[in-house]
């Protein structure tokens, strides 16, 4: 069974301060990963998606990659209120022709006026 | 550009009734994806169509489930009859073709199965 672990949280941090979102898969052949936002009762919201180990930057957002761990994060610099959301961590399957998505069950990140 | 649509944004029905879910995708998105998010649980994968074929049904939890999508256009979800374990947010999600690309996802339909 692949998954996708992500710590539930809440992760609560003041404003202005560095968000740091986790979470782990198991399919090692996994190619493609992906951060969703998610407002309370909304669509997730595309953030990021990173393919190639390293870090990929986009403004005050930040993911990195590293499949020898199986690992991949999310950093969210300068926090702002409007960053409170649910953070969803998806890998995309290895398998030929797949192209459905794993996802965590999610970080809920509070950010603290 | 529109984004992906889903209708209805409710839906509440008793153990037994047929429920059928609407999603509208991106225009000129190929590929369109069924998601389910049961309460407490991740996110997870019902269907993938590329166009009017169905590429990848192994999400589909058992066959109350039929999904559709005549003409490669909008696709339908079809649950008959509802059980209870039904109850969830259903998600449609579609990208271009060429690749699995980044999944734009819709606002979801909330089900409940009384």
């Known amino acids: 069974q692949k998954e996708v672990e992500q710590n539930s949280g809440p992760l609560s941090v003041p404003e202005g301060a560095i968000a740091s979102l986790n979470c782990t898969y198991s399919?090692?052949?996994?190619?493609?990963f992906f951060w969703y936002r998610q407002y309370s009762g909304k669509s997730p919201e595309l953030i990021m998606f990173?393919?190639?180990?390293g870090d990929k930057e986009d403004g005050r957002f930040t993911a990195q990659l590293n499949k020898a761990s199986q690992y991949v994060s999310l950093l969210i610099r300068d926090s702002q209120p409007s960053d409170s959301a649910t953070y969803l961590c998806?890998?995309?399957?290895?398998?030929?022709?797949?192209?459905?998505?794993?996802f965590g069950k999610g970080t809920k990140l509070s950010v603290i006026p | 550009e529109a984004g992906v649509t889903q209708f209805p944004s409710h839906s509440v029905i008793e153990k037994g009734q047929t429920v059928t879910l609407r999603c509208d995708p991106i225009?000129?998105?190929?590929?369109l994806y069924w998601y389910r998010r049961v309460m407490g649980k991740e996110i997870k994968f019902l269907l993938h169509?590329?166009?009017?074929?169905?590429?990848?049904e192994s999400g589909m939890p058992n066959n109350r489930f039929l999904a559709e999508r005549t003409g490669g256009t909008y696709s339908t979800l079809k649950v008959q009859p509802a059980e209870l374990e039904d109850s969830g947010v259903y998600f449609c999600?579609?990208?271009?073709?060429?690749?699995?690309?980044?999944?734009?996802f819709g606002p979801g339909t909330r089900l409940l199965v009384l």
């Open positions: 999600a579609s990208s271009q073709g060429d690749g699995p690309e980044t999944q734009y």
């Open positions: 399919d090692r052949g996994s190619q493609s």
């Open positions: 990173i393919y190639s180990n």
């Open positions: 998806a890998v995309r399957n290895s398998g030929a022709g797949s192209y459905q998505l794993t």
């Open positions: 225009s000129g998105h190929d590929n």
């Open positions: 169509f590329v166009k009017e074929s169905k590429q990848d």
